[in-house]
């Protein structure tokens, strides 16, 4: 499966966020994603197994509890892809910054004027 047909799922991308934020149980993340989703069990374990086939989850066992973390070579293989983009749009987004830096300067000295109308 293509990276972005993994990540396109939404079900898959809340739980690679859940997964961000460190390690979690199956558990946890089944009862996350089965009230924010209303799926099954047997679903979250599903979009859970094409998260660890596909290498954007990985699994330990712990006692009884299997533990996802996230795998990050995929994750490196998108933001790879994205780099040919990121160079066009930096340089728009960073005039931007600029423009919007401008703007808020020029209304602090508009505001901060005793002689300007309010």
């Known amino acids: 499966m293509h990276a972005f047909d993994v990540v396109g799922d939404p ?5 690679l966020e859940l997964l961000a934020g460190g390690e979690r149980s199956s ?3 089944t009862a996350v994603v ?12 599903q979009h859970l197994k094409v ?3 596909n290498g954007f989850a990985v ?3 712990e006692r009884t509890r299997r533990l996802y973390a996230v795998g990050s070579a995929p994750l ?6 994205l780099e040919r983009f990121r160079r066009s749009w930096t340089p728009r987004l960073d005039a931007l910054a600029t ?5 808020k300067r020029a209304h602090r000295t508009h505001h901060d004027d005793p002689g300007s109308e309010t």
């Open 11 to 15: 079900v898959r991308r809340r739980i």
């Open 76 to 81: 490196q293989e998108i933001d790879a892809w």
């Open 99 to 103: 423009e919007i830096a401008r703007g």
């Open 51 to 53: 998260l660890r086939d």
């Open 59 to 61: 699994v330990r066992a």
């Open 27 to 29: 558990g946890e993340v």
């Open 34 to 45: 089965r009230k924010e989703f209303g799926i099954s069990q047997p679903a979250v374990s």
